[in-house]
Structures are given as structure tokens and as C-alpha cells.
């Protein structure tokens, strides 16, 4: 099956720099990689995906970018502002598959943005 | 994006008493569902996968008997945590989707076995 690991646990940042959260996966196969927010006391919610026909796409501060050939991608969020404190989660799964699309996440990343 | 909605946000029960959460999805029509379970500062653990019309499939480790999951529509998926006991107590999340389409997550159901 499916094994990610997202690095770094924990990330400190001074608002206005930038944070980059990396991930690593197993399955070649797996084609969709989604990243997640989490603030404390609520689920998950999407802030960018990215399928493995495209390479990097960009949203706003938020930017996500992916090598298929070594199996890794990674988020990057520019001009950090306090709001952006929350958790992280990235994701992979094989879109298709008739069971449905399993995710499988990463440890999570725990960002803190200092004022 | 679509909206999926869980009930309650939080709920504490009494040990040996049985406790259901519901996840709904508001604005489309969910074919499957994931039930989650999440401990403090974890990432998100899958229980189970459940398709509309079909009995759900556990992950490995999951007790089918303690977790009962029921997709009876397109828009409603319940989870039953029977026989709670503390070690139950825990964030529970949902997520819904629909074809191939990203996964639309719930705001998760706190519980709290005493």
C-alpha cells in the first residue's frame, strides 16, 4: 500500500517569510495529491491539490510542486501571516479506482507563524 | 466547494452506552464515505470506507461490531460507536465524495467517553 511522510513536524516561521512543507510517497501509481489544513477542533480542509499530469500549480501565497520521478512534492507558502498557524497534512491517492479514493496522509506539520 | 456537514460537534456519554454521529453531504451526492479517527497531535487514521447501498470495509484493526457504519443514501452516512469506553474517546472526522472528485471533509465530532 500507500506510505507518506511529510517532513518537517514542526515548523517556525517569522510572519512575511516563507514556509515549505515536503512529502514523500511510495505508490507510483498514486496520481492525486491534495494538502490540508487543520486548525484545532475542526477538519481537514483542502488549500491546493495536484494531479501527476502537471508539475506546479499556484494559488494566491500557496504553491504546490511535484516530482514524479522521485516520488515527492511539496507545499510552499509565501508571505506567511499569523492565520496561516494551523497544521498541515498532505496526501496521495490513486483517482480512478473503483473502491474509491483512499487517501492516504502524511504526519502532519505543525506551522507557527510568530507576529 | 461542497459542504459536508457532521453531527454532533461534540458529545460525552457514559461508558457502556452507545453513541452516533452522522455525516452529511449537503449539496451533492456522496457515492463514498471515510470515516476517520484522529488522537491529539496525530494525523488522520481510516476506519472505514462505505459506499452508498453496500456494507462498509474496515481497515485492518477496526472493529466492524464496535463501529458500526450504515450509508443507507447518496447523502447520509452514520457512525455508531457502541459499547463506548474511554479508550474510544477521540476526534472523529468524515469525508464524502463523489466519483473521482477531491474529498470533502466534515468539521469532525469530538467524543468524550466518562
Known amino acids: 500500500g500507500e506510505n507518506v511522510e511529510q517532513h518537517p513536524s514542526t515548523l517556525s516561521v517569522q510572519e512575511g517569510d516563507s514556509a515549505v512543507i515536503k512529502c514523500t510517497y511510495s505508490?507510483?501509481?498514486?496520481?492525486?495529491f491534495p494538502w490540508y489544513k487543520q486548525e484545532l477542533g475542526k477538519g481537514p480542509q483542502l488549500i491546493i491539490d495536484?494531479?501527476?499530469?502537471?508539475g506546479e500549480k499556484k494559488d494566491q501565497r500557496i504553491a504546490v510542486t511535484l516530482n514524479k520521478t522521485a516520488k515527492h512534492f511539496s507545499l510552499h507558502i509565501t508571505e506567511t501571516q499569523p492565520e496561516d498557524s494551523a497544521v498541515y497534512f498532505c496526501?496521495?491517492?490513486?483517482?480512478?479506482?473503483?473502491?474509491?479514493?483512499?487517501?492516504?496522509f502524511g504526519g502532519g506539520t505543525r506551522v507557527l507563524v510568530k507576529p | 466547494g461542497a459542504v459536508v456537514s457532521q453531527h454532533p460537534s461534540r458529545v460525552i456519554c457514559k461508558s457502556g452506552t452507545s453513541v452516533k454521529i452522522e455525516c452529511r453531504s449537503l449539496?451533492?451526492?456522496?457515492?463514498?464515505m471515510f470515516w476517520y479517527r484522529q488522537f491529539p497531535k496525530q494525523s488522520l487514521m481510516l476506519m472505514a470506507t462505505?459506499?452508498?447501498?453496500?456494507?462498509?470495509?474496515?481497515e485492518q484493526g477496526v472493529e466492524k461490531d464496535k463501529f458500526l457504519i450504515n450509508h443507507a443514501s447518496l447523502t447520509l452516512s452514520t457512525l455508531t460507536v457502541t459499547s463506548a469506553h474511554p479508550e474510544d474517546s477521540s476526534f472523529y472526522i468524515c469525508?464524502?465524495?463523489?466519483?473521482?472528485?477531491?474529498?470533502?471533509f466534515g468539521q469532525g465530532t469530538r467524543l468524550t467517553v466518562v
Open positions: 469525508s464524502a465524495q463523489t466519483g473521482t472528485t477531491e474529498a470533502f
Open positions: 505508490d507510483s501509481a498514486s496520481n492525486y
Open positions: 495536484i494531479r501527476s499530469n502537471v
Open positions: 496526501a496521495a491517492t490513486e483517482l480512478y479506482k473503483a473502491a474509491g479514493n483512499k487517501l492516504t
Open positions: 449539496d451533492f451526492q456522496a457515492t463514498t
Open positions: 462505505s459506499n452508498e447501498g453496500s456494507k462498509a470495509t474496515y
